[in-house]
DNA sequence: ATGTATGCAAAACATTTGCACCTGG
DNA sequence: CCAGGTGCAAATGTTTTGCATACAT
Protein backbone atom coordinates (compact mmCIF):
# COMPACT_ATOMS: atom_id res chain seq x y z
CA UNK A 1 0.00 0.00 0.00
CA UNK A 2 1.82 2.71 -1.08
CA UNK A 3 -0.10 5.75 0.53
CA UNK A 4 1.87 4.72 3.68
CA UNK A 5 4.76 5.65 1.61
CA UNK A 6 3.93 8.99 1.33
CA UNK A 7 2.65 9.21 5.27
CA UNK A 8 6.31 8.00 5.98
CA UNK A 9 7.80 11.10 3.95
CA UNK A 10 5.27 13.33 5.51
CA UNK A 11 3.51 13.83 2.94
CA UNK A 12 -0.72 13.93 3.42
CA UNK A 13 -2.44 11.24 1.31
CA UNK A 14 -4.09 13.00 -1.68
CA UNK A 15 -5.64 11.83 -4.97
CA UNK A 16 -3.37 13.30 -7.10
CA UNK A 17 0.20 12.17 -5.02
CA UNK A 18 -1.08 8.45 -4.73
CA UNK A 19 -1.65 8.31 -8.81
CA UNK A 20 1.42 10.13 -9.61
CA UNK A 21 3.74 7.69 -7.81
CA UNK A 22 1.89 4.83 -8.95
CA UNK A 23 2.72 5.70 -12.47
CA UNK A 24 6.17 6.34 -11.20
CA UNK A 25 6.08 2.78 -9.86
CA UNK A 26 3.85 1.01 -12.71
CA UNK A 27 5.45 2.95 -15.85
CA UNK A 28 7.49 0.68 -18.34
CA UNK A 29 9.55 3.81 -18.68
CA UNK A 30 11.85 4.58 -15.41
CA UNK A 31 12.53 7.87 -17.04
CA UNK A 32 9.83 10.75 -17.08
CA UNK A 33 9.59 14.23 -17.37
CA UNK A 34 6.78 16.25 -15.77
CA UNK A 35 4.59 16.07 -19.18
CA UNK A 36 4.87 12.79 -19.58
CA UNK A 37 3.88 11.69 -16.20
CA UNK A 38 1.32 14.64 -17.28
CA UNK A 39 0.15 12.56 -19.72
CA UNK A 40 0.12 8.92 -18.60
CA UNK A 41 -2.83 10.78 -15.95
CA UNK A 42 -4.74 11.83 -18.36
CA UNK A 43 -4.68 8.68 -20.21
CA UNK A 44 -5.38 6.95 -17.24
CA UNK A 45 -8.25 9.42 -17.15
CA UNK A 46 -7.06 11.22 -13.99
CA UNK A 47 -7.61 14.88 -14.30
CA UNK A 48 -4.75 16.89 -12.30
CA UNK A 49 -3.95 20.44 -13.54
CA UNK A 50 0.33 20.09 -15.03
CA UNK A 51 0.86 22.71 -11.76
CA UNK A 52 0.04 20.29 -9.39
CA UNK A 53 2.22 17.50 -11.54
CA UNK A 54 5.23 20.12 -10.91
CA UNK A 55 4.59 20.57 -7.35
CA UNK A 56 4.05 16.77 -6.58
CA UNK A 57 7.34 15.98 -8.26
CA UNK A 58 9.20 18.44 -6.13
CA UNK A 59 7.78 17.80 -3.06
CA UNK A 60 8.55 13.84 -3.64
CA UNK A 61 12.29 14.73 -4.74
CA UNK A 62 12.77 16.79 -1.09
CA UNK A 63 11.39 13.64 0.47
CA UNK A 64 13.46 11.31 -1.21
CA UNK A 65 11.40 9.34 -3.09
CA UNK A 66 12.53 10.40 -6.43
CA UNK A 67 15.63 12.33 -8.19
CA UNK A 68 15.72 14.77 -10.87
CA UNK A 69 18.22 14.49 -13.58
CA UNK A 70 18.50 17.46 -15.91
CA UNK A 71 18.93 16.85 -19.08
CA UNK A 72 20.92 19.01 -21.50
CA UNK A 73 19.81 22.26 -20.10
CA UNK A 74 16.01 23.01 -19.38
CA UNK A 75 14.17 19.52 -19.27
CA UNK A 76 14.16 17.47 -16.43
CA UNK A 77 13.15 13.73 -15.92
CA UNK A 78 12.61 12.11 -12.53
CA UNK A 79 13.44 8.63 -11.68
CA UNK A 80 12.30 6.35 -8.60
CA UNK A 81 15.40 6.59 -5.80
CA UNK A 82 16.59 3.02 -5.58
CA UNK A 83 18.97 4.09 -2.79
CA UNK A 84 21.91 3.38 -5.08
CA UNK A 85 23.54 6.00 -6.28
CA UNK A 86 24.52 5.95 -10.15
CA UNK A 87 25.39 8.02 -12.91
CA UNK A 88 24.16 8.09 -16.38
CA UNK A 89 24.62 7.03 -19.78
CA UNK A 90 22.52 9.15 -22.74
CA UNK A 91 21.80 8.30 -26.24
CA UNK A 92 22.31 10.99 -28.11
CA UNK A 93 19.83 9.72 -31.38
CA UNK A 94 16.87 7.96 -29.29
CA UNK A 95 17.23 9.48 -25.76
CA UNK A 96 17.47 6.26 -24.15
CA UNK A 97 19.00 6.48 -20.52
CA UNK A 98 21.24 3.94 -19.36
CA UNK A 99 22.77 3.93 -15.84
CA UNK A 100 26.23 2.68 -14.44
CA UNK A 101 28.12 3.17 -11.19
CA UNK A 102 31.89 3.08 -10.77
CA UNK A 103 33.91 3.32 -8.10
CA UNK A 104 37.24 4.63 -8.95
CA UNK A 105 34.90 7.68 -11.06
CA UNK A 106 33.09 8.57 -7.51
CA UNK A 107 36.83 8.16 -5.35
CA UNK A 108 38.70 10.08 -7.94
CA UNK A 109 35.95 13.03 -7.66
CA UNK A 110 36.42 12.60 -3.95
CA UNK A 111 39.81 13.35 -4.46
CA UNK A 112 39.70 16.67 -6.53
CA UNK A 113 37.26 18.05 -4.57
CA UNK A 114 39.99 17.57 -1.43
CA UNK A 115 42.86 18.92 -4.21
CA UNK A 116 40.57 21.88 -4.65
CA UNK A 117 39.93 22.79 -1.27
CA UNK A 118 35.83 22.39 -2.18
CA UNK A 119 33.56 20.11 0.30
CA UNK A 120 31.63 18.30 -1.89
CA UNK A 121 27.97 18.03 -2.06
CA UNK A 122 26.89 16.47 -5.02
CA UNK A 123 27.98 15.68 -8.44
CA UNK A 124 26.41 15.16 -11.57
CA UNK A 125 28.06 12.75 -14.53
CA UNK A 126 26.73 12.18 -18.20
CA UNK A 127 28.19 10.32 -20.66
CA UNK A 128 26.68 11.19 -24.40
CA UNK A 129 26.92 8.86 -26.61
CA UNK A 130 24.67 6.57 -29.06
CA UNK A 131 23.78 3.55 -28.30
CA UNK A 132 24.02 -0.17 -29.51
CA UNK A 133 20.35 0.07 -30.97
CA UNK A 134 21.25 3.31 -32.82
CA UNK A 135 24.26 2.31 -34.01
CA UNK A 136 22.80 -1.43 -35.50
CA UNK A 137 20.03 0.46 -36.84
CA UNK A 138 22.45 3.08 -38.44
CA UNK A 139 19.31 5.69 -37.44
CA UNK B 1 44.05 41.96 -33.83
CA UNK B 2 41.15 39.53 -32.97
CA UNK B 3 38.77 40.21 -36.11
CA UNK B 4 41.47 37.73 -37.60
CA UNK B 5 40.47 35.22 -35.35
CA UNK B 6 36.92 35.65 -36.37
CA UNK B 7 37.89 35.80 -40.15
CA UNK B 8 39.93 32.66 -39.33
CA UNK B 9 36.49 30.11 -38.64
CA UNK B 10 34.90 31.88 -41.12
CA UNK B 11 32.55 34.58 -39.52
CA UNK B 12 32.53 37.67 -40.99
CA UNK B 13 33.68 40.66 -39.05
CA UNK B 14 30.90 42.96 -37.49
CA UNK B 15 30.98 45.17 -35.19
CA UNK B 16 28.91 42.93 -32.56
CA UNK B 17 31.44 40.24 -33.28
CA UNK B 18 34.52 42.10 -32.34
CA UNK B 19 32.75 43.66 -29.40
CA UNK B 20 31.67 40.32 -28.19
CA UNK B 21 34.99 38.28 -28.63
CA UNK B 22 36.52 41.57 -27.03
CA UNK B 23 34.33 41.46 -23.71
CA UNK B 24 34.67 37.33 -23.02
CA UNK B 25 38.55 37.99 -23.54
CA UNK B 26 39.04 41.09 -21.98
CA UNK B 27 36.70 39.97 -19.03
CA UNK B 28 37.50 39.43 -15.77
CA UNK B 29 35.78 36.77 -15.17
CA UNK B 30 35.86 33.60 -17.02
CA UNK B 31 32.86 32.25 -17.05
CA UNK B 32 29.84 34.73 -18.70
CA UNK B 33 25.94 34.20 -19.22
CA UNK B 34 24.37 35.77 -22.42
CA UNK B 35 22.98 38.21 -20.05
CA UNK B 36 26.51 38.85 -18.40
CA UNK B 37 27.87 39.50 -22.35
CA UNK B 38 24.72 41.93 -22.75
CA UNK B 39 25.06 43.87 -19.47
CA UNK B 40 29.14 44.46 -20.03
CA UNK B 41 28.39 45.41 -23.66
CA UNK B 42 25.98 48.03 -22.45
CA UNK B 43 28.29 48.97 -19.61
CA UNK B 44 30.88 50.15 -22.41
CA UNK B 45 27.94 51.75 -24.42
CA UNK B 46 27.01 49.45 -26.85
CA UNK B 47 24.02 48.95 -27.97
CA UNK B 48 23.66 45.10 -29.07
CA UNK B 49 20.51 43.45 -29.01
CA UNK B 50 20.25 40.92 -26.23
CA UNK B 51 19.14 38.56 -29.35
CA UNK B 52 22.31 39.09 -31.35
CA UNK B 53 24.41 38.01 -27.83
CA UNK B 54 22.82 34.75 -28.09
CA UNK B 55 23.20 34.33 -31.78
CA UNK B 56 26.91 35.44 -31.78
CA UNK B 57 27.87 33.18 -28.80
CA UNK B 58 26.31 30.20 -30.66
CA UNK B 59 27.98 30.85 -33.95
CA UNK B 60 31.54 31.27 -31.38
CA UNK B 61 30.72 27.83 -30.04
CA UNK B 62 30.07 26.39 -33.40
CA UNK B 63 33.08 27.66 -34.23
CA UNK B 64 34.86 26.48 -31.34
CA UNK B 65 35.86 29.68 -29.65
CA UNK B 66 34.46 29.30 -26.77
CA UNK B 67 32.39 26.52 -25.26
CA UNK B 68 29.06 26.19 -23.28
CA UNK B 69 28.60 25.03 -20.00
CA UNK B 70 24.54 24.15 -18.77
CA UNK B 71 24.55 24.98 -15.23
CA UNK B 72 21.77 23.45 -13.28
CA UNK B 73 19.82 22.73 -15.73
CA UNK B 74 18.51 25.89 -17.85
CA UNK B 75 21.09 28.25 -17.39
CA UNK B 76 24.05 28.76 -19.64
CA UNK B 77 27.46 30.43 -19.48
CA UNK B 78 30.19 30.54 -21.87
CA UNK B 79 34.36 30.23 -21.64
CA UNK B 80 36.92 30.74 -23.81
CA UNK B 81 37.95 27.30 -25.38
CA UNK B 82 41.44 27.01 -24.69
CA UNK B 83 42.04 24.03 -26.24
CA UNK B 84 42.37 21.66 -23.69
CA UNK B 85 39.38 19.96 -21.96
CA UNK B 86 38.45 20.06 -18.60
CA UNK B 87 35.47 19.00 -16.56
CA UNK B 88 34.59 21.54 -13.74
CA UNK B 89 33.90 22.22 -9.70
CA UNK B 90 30.95 24.65 -8.88
CA UNK B 91 30.63 26.87 -5.48
CA UNK B 92 26.77 26.20 -4.53
CA UNK B 93 27.76 29.34 -2.74
CA UNK B 94 29.09 31.70 -4.47
CA UNK B 95 28.81 30.42 -7.97
CA UNK B 96 32.83 30.55 -8.29
CA UNK B 97 33.67 28.19 -11.08
CA UNK B 98 36.91 25.77 -10.78
CA UNK B 99 38.42 23.52 -13.57
CA UNK B 100 39.94 20.29 -13.18
CA UNK B 101 41.49 17.91 -15.69
CA UNK B 102 41.77 13.80 -14.22
CA UNK B 103 42.89 11.56 -16.66
CA UNK B 104 41.53 8.23 -14.52
CA UNK B 105 37.95 9.96 -15.09
CA UNK B 106 38.64 10.79 -18.79
CA UNK B 107 39.54 6.96 -19.37
CA UNK B 108 37.23 5.52 -16.84
CA UNK B 109 34.13 7.14 -18.67
CA UNK B 110 35.92 5.53 -21.99
CA UNK B 111 35.64 2.36 -20.23
CA UNK B 112 32.14 2.45 -19.09
CA UNK B 113 30.61 3.99 -22.58
CA UNK B 114 32.74 0.70 -24.09
CA UNK B 115 31.07 -1.39 -21.44
CA UNK B 116 27.62 -0.34 -22.58
CA UNK B 117 27.72 0.01 -26.01
CA UNK B 118 27.62 3.08 -26.17
CA UNK B 119 29.81 5.12 -28.83
CA UNK B 120 30.73 7.90 -26.52
CA UNK B 121 30.12 11.87 -28.33
CA UNK B 122 31.03 13.85 -25.39
CA UNK B 123 30.68 14.11 -21.21
CA UNK B 124 29.83 16.21 -18.74
CA UNK B 125 30.82 15.91 -15.12
CA UNK B 126 30.22 18.61 -12.32
CA UNK B 127 31.41 18.43 -8.90
CA UNK B 128 29.17 20.49 -6.44
CA UNK B 129 30.82 21.69 -3.55
CA UNK B 130 31.31 25.05 -1.34
CA UNK B 131 34.87 26.55 -2.18
CA UNK B 132 37.24 27.27 0.33
CA UNK B 133 36.39 30.59 0.74
CA UNK B 134 32.70 30.09 1.66
CA UNK B 135 33.98 27.42 4.25
CA UNK B 136 36.27 30.00 5.83
CA UNK B 137 33.90 32.89 5.48
CA UNK B 138 31.47 30.59 7.32
CA UNK B 139 29.04 32.56 4.91
C1' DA C 1 -12.75 23.14 11.25
C1' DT C 2 -8.71 24.36 9.37
C1' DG C 3 -4.45 24.11 7.39
C1' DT C 4 -3.00 22.01 3.01
C1' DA C 5 -3.49 20.79 -1.58
C1' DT C 6 -5.33 21.57 -6.06
C1' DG C 7 -6.78 23.76 -10.51
C1' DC C 8 -6.56 27.28 -13.53
C1' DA C 9 -4.68 30.99 -15.66
C1' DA C 10 -1.15 34.16 -15.66
C1' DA C 11 3.76 35.04 -14.79
C1' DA C 12 8.49 34.02 -15.02
C1' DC C 13 12.78 32.69 -17.31
C1' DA C 14 16.13 31.68 -20.60
C1' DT C 15 16.36 31.27 -25.24
C1' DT C 16 14.81 31.38 -30.18
C1' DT C 17 12.64 33.15 -34.28
C1' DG C 18 10.19 36.11 -37.96
C1' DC C 19 10.86 39.88 -40.46
C1' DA C 20 12.10 44.44 -42.14
C1' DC C 21 16.22 46.99 -42.23
C1' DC C 22 21.22 47.65 -42.27
C1' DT C 23 26.10 46.51 -43.51
C1' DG C 24 30.50 44.27 -44.63
C1' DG C 25 33.30 42.66 -48.47
C1' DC D 1 25.25 45.18 -54.87
C1' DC D 2 23.68 41.32 -52.10
C1' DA D 3 24.19 37.60 -49.00
C1' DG D 4 24.42 37.63 -44.51
C1' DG D 5 23.89 40.08 -39.96
C1' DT D 6 21.19 42.77 -36.70
C1' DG D 7 17.35 44.78 -33.82
C1' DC D 8 13.05 44.46 -32.11
C1' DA D 9 9.10 42.23 -30.71
C1' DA D 10 6.69 38.26 -30.49
C1' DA D 11 6.88 33.25 -29.87
C1' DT D 12 8.76 29.22 -27.43
C1' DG D 13 9.05 25.60 -23.96
C1' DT D 14 9.46 24.55 -19.38
C1' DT D 15 8.58 25.45 -14.88
C1' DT D 16 6.58 28.47 -11.16
C1' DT D 17 3.13 31.20 -8.79
C1' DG D 18 -1.23 33.79 -7.16
C1' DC D 19 -5.46 32.98 -5.70
C1' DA D 20 -10.02 31.08 -4.94
C1' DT D 21 -11.84 26.58 -4.09
C1' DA D 22 -11.77 21.74 -2.47
C1' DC D 23 -10.13 18.14 0.59
C1' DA D 24 -7.65 15.25 4.25
C1' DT D 25 -7.31 14.61 9.02
Do not use: W
Not at 40 to 51: R, S, V
Amino acid sequence: MESQDLRKVGLKVTLPRIKILDILENSEQRHMSAEDVYKALLEMGNEIGLATVYRVLTQFEGAGLISRLTIDGGHAVFELADGNHHDHLLCVRCNRIAEFMDDVIEQRQRAIAVEKGFKMTDHSLYIYGICSECQSSGE
